[in-house]
């Protein structure tokens, strides 16, 4: 997700993985994070902002197995398993809630007062947070 060109890093693997080599990659699927929140507009203002703005290749989960297919690999395993986070310390740790927060009032996609409803809710009430982490096993030509 943090490489300019994804399709030329799977090309290069395929071309330095031995004959029959097996190359496994995990990446998270961002567009598909979803927070409980009450109020679903600020929930979506959030995980939009984190989709739109903060990866470079945001949906590059669910793009693995054909940029895959495309480099020449042959697809062994594809399989989708979601991170799911019921503790907002621990989600804080990985996904950075208070400081993309933070980043998407100043980018325009909430407003203060709804950054701050979120956030208490986030650490006040139950909290579920949840997206898809895209693994794909795939084969190099013999």
């Known amino acids: 997700m943090h490489v300019a060109h994804p399709a030329a890093v799977l090309a290069e693997l395929h071309r330095v993985l031995r004959p029959s080599g097996l190359l496994a990659l995990a990446e998270p699927d961002w567009d598909t994070l979803a927070i409980d929140h009450p109020d679903l507009k600020i929930s979506r203002a959030f995980t939009r902002y984190i989709a739109e703005r903060v990866n470079r290749n945001p949906a590059i989960g669910r793009q693995l197995p054909r940029l895959a297919n495309h480099a020449g690999f042959t697809l062994r395993t594809v399989l989708n398993a979601a991170a799911v986070f019921t503790d907002f310390e621990t ?33 006040t009430d139950t909290f579920f947070a949840t997206t898809s982490f895209i693994t794909v096993v795939a084969q190099s030509g013999t």
Do not use: F, M, P, S
């Open 91 to 123: 989600a804080e740790a990985i996904l950075g809630l208070r400081r993309n927060t933070e980043r998407a009032v100043a980018a325009g996609y909430l407003t203060a007062q709804d950054a701050q409803t979120w956030l208490e809710h986030l650490t």
